[in-house]
């Protein structure tokens, strides 16, 4: 009884907790303050190192974006976590950064205006994730590409979103302002930093630098859905997810997979697939030959289909272009009645196209057990690094 009675206290206090928590939130977002954390990221085989950064706030503050650590992960992911300033803040109006890029040897430098009504729409948006808890936006990941290119996302449960992509121009620091205790100088810091990443020294080796735009045609957008065919009784679709070369990525669940509307996304990198039939449980992770999949949407939706910064949803385009101008893609993945896919196509009213087997790695589990693995899968090649 005593031992019954001490659980009712607990969970009154902690049903208290919740509600002042809940009051508390609705409170800053009248304020328009945010629980919101700064992280960084760059692409593995062009590393990158942050000088100094910071995000400039509205009352002329700032919060500081880590740095002095070596930068290369997975594109659109940010590698640190810091608890920067206040847990409510309201979000950045603007971004100072200087960063060294490794593979090139260069310093660039980005001092910008943030888009503010994107931004505020992003982190006023709210959404269900996989345990269906309410869940924001809470993050700021600055992303550093080669050829002086910031690309900024906004981070949250299930979701990575494109903010904005800024350019700066190359600048002179001195060895003794980036590295103060430093002996050497900056281009032999910068080989012997390469030198200890094998797959960064071999691949800028063999390939050298990327093409100065590769990095913007991975943001470029096409108004398409992904459309899961699936050959098997009483298929009930749990969820799509999709990493995007341009560093998104989406969990797709609930009323956003009945309803499976298009829009206007990136070209997706890989893409996870689960789905119930009857009894059992189904799994299917692709990942796309980067060149084949960039190179099938220019072809399937045109090389002149519109391109800006300004416009990220179907409906601003129709208003522009014409209503229905703007080609609607079905990427449509086909699946048998075991569980392994036989074709992935493309198809808008310009044209369709299939991508061969060889161009894909394909992992399949049903009931949490390997049932099909393609011999050219690659477990490093599905998590992008």
């Given at each position: 009884?005593?031992?019954m009675?001490?659980?009712f206290i607990?969970?009154g206090?902690?049903?208290l907790?919740s509600?002042?928590?809940?009051k ?6 009248k304020?328009?303050?945010y629980?919101w ?10 590393p990158?190192?942050?000088h ?5 706030m509205p009352?002329k503050?700032?919060v500081?974006?880590?740095s002095?650590?070596?930068?290369g992960?997975?594109w ?6 810091h ?5 409510y803040?309201?979000?950045p ?6 960063w060294?890029s490794?593979?090139e040897n260069?310093?660039?430098f980005v ?14 948006t709210v959404w269900?994730?996989v345990?269906?808890?309410?869940q924001r ?8 590409a080669?050829?002086g290119?910031?690309?900024?996302w ?12 800024l350019?700066?121009?190359e600048?002179?620091v001195k060895m003794?302002e980036?590295r103060?205790r430093?002996i ?5 810091y ?18 050298g630098?990327?093409?100065s735009?590769l990095f ?5 957008r096409f108004?398409y859905h ?5 050959e ?5 679709l749990?969820?799509i ?11 797709i669940?609930w009323e ?12 997706p990198r890989?893409?996870y ?10 799994e299917?992770r ?6 084949m999949i ?12 519109p391109q800006?910064?300004d ?12 209503e229905?101008?703007l080609?609607?893609g ?12 036989t ?7 310009k044209?369709?196209?299939?991508v061969p087997?060889?161009k ?5 589990i049903?009931n949490d057990?390997?049932?099909y ?11 992008g690094?």
């Open positions: 009884m005593q031992n009675k001490i659980l607990v969970m206090i902690l049903s907790f509600s002042c928590s809940g508390k939130e609705k409170q800053q977002e304020e328009k303050l629980s954390y700064p992280s960084e990221s760059a692409p593995y085989l062009y990158t190192t942050i100094v950064g910071y995000f400039g009352d503050s700032t500081y974006i880590p002095k650590s070596f930068v992960n997975v659109g992911v940010g590698q640190s976590l608890v920067v300033g206040e847990e803040k309201p979000l109006e603007a971004i100072e950064i200087v060294l490794f593979t260069k310093f660039y001092s910008e205006w943030l888009p503010k009504n994107r931004l505020q729409s992003l982190f006023d269900m994730n345990r269906k808890i309410e936006y809470d993050g700021l990941v600055v992303g550093m080669p050829y290119m910031i690309q900024i906004a981070v949250g449960d299930g979701r990575r979103t494109e903010v904005c992509c350019h700066g121009a600048v002179p003794s980036f103060p430093a050497i100088s900056q281009d032999e910068v080989k012997s930093t390469i030198e200890d990443e094998p797959r960064v020294y071999e691949n800028l080796k063999k390939n630098l990327p093409d735009l913007e045609n991975y943001r470029k108004n992904i459309v899961p065919e699936i098997m009784e009483d298929v009930d749990t969820q997810a999709v990493h995007y070369f341009n560093g998104e990525y989406d969990v669940l956003r997979l009945k309803e499976n509307l298009y829009s206007l996304q990136a070209r890989n893409i697939i689960s789905w119930t039939a009857g009894k059992d449980q189904y299917v692709f990942v796309f030959d980067e060149q960039l190179s099938a949407f220019e072809k399937v939706f045109g090389s002149d289909y800006r910064d416009f990220d949803i179907v409906e601003l385009y129709e208003k522009l272009y014409g229905g101008k080609p609607k079905d990427f449509t993945i086909h699946i048998d009645n075991e569980g392994k896919p074709k992935v196509s493309l198809k808008t009213e044209g369709e196209m299939s087997t060889d894909m790695q394909i992992l399949v049903k057990k390997l049932i693995e393609s011999s050219n899968y690659n477990e490093s090649d599905w998590w690094y």
